[in-house]
């Protein structure tokens, strides 16, 4: 007679527990949906902020259509005083990409000499612009920076600005 009582209150218990896991379930499942509603809207709105946000796409430039331009010399340029009364300097190797399918790379390649003292003066003008410390950190922001100049004086035919060497001393 225990073995049976015994028996008809571990039934009773995993029914309970049966029950008790489905309420549970649904209750779960709804949260679940809503979190993942939240964490897909919150996905959609950091893609957004990591646009350009000026409503221009950067084209993909494949590897082929891709020249790169790399300045021979490193260019030593003295940085923007920190009030620590020592001047610091930054040596740097330039690379620009350059797409040879658009419109302006014929201007450009036939004359290249003409815009290299251009850009070089757009590279010294921004880099110049920074402290030691806050060129150690910038280097991206650096690199954009000169970009955007680049492009607003010449077009989109550079459309990358790279160091392949940036040291301080």
């Known amino acids: 007679m225990k073995k049976n009582l015994?028996?008809?209150?571990i039934l009773a218990l995993l029914v309970v527990n049966i029950a008790l896991t489905t309420v549970m379930m649904f209750t779960v499942m709804k949260n679940e949906q809503g979190a993942g509603k939240i964490i897909t809207?919150?996905?959609s709105a950091l893609s957004l902020e990591?646009?350009?946000?000026?409503?221009?796409e950067e084209a993909e430039v494949s590897i082929k259509d891709t020249e790169i331009f790399e300045y021979a010399d490193d260019m030593t340029i003295s940085l923007k005083?920190?009030?620590?009364?020592?001047?610091?300097?930054?040596?740097?190797?330039?690379?620009?990409?350059i797409n040879?399918?658009?419109?302006?790379?014929?201007?450009?390649?036939?004359?290249?000499?003409?815009y290299q003292t251009l850009i070089q003066s757009d590279i010294l003008?921004?880099?110049s612009s920074y402290t030691r410390?806050?060129?150690?950190?910038?280097?991206?922001?650096?690199?954009?920076?000169?970009?955007?100049?680049?492009?607003?004086?010449?077009?989109t035919v550079i459309y990358k600005v790279s160091f392949s060497k940036f040291m301080f001393g």
């Open 41 to 43: 809207d919150i996905a």
């Open 50 to 56: 990591l646009d350009k946000g000026d409503g221009k």
């Open 6 to 9: 015994l028996s008809i209150v």
């Open 81 to 97: 005083s920190d009030g620590s009364g020592s001047t610091s300097y930054c040596i740097c190797k330039v690379s620009l990409s």
């Open 125 to 127: 003008s921004v880099v």
């Open 100 to 114: 040879t399918k658009d419109d302006g790379y014929k201007d450009y390649s036939a004359n290249p000499e003409k």
């Open 133 to 155: 410390d806050e060129a150690q950190l910038s280097k991206e922001i650096i690199e954009e920076q000169i970009l955007k100049n680049i492009q607003e004086k010449y077009g």
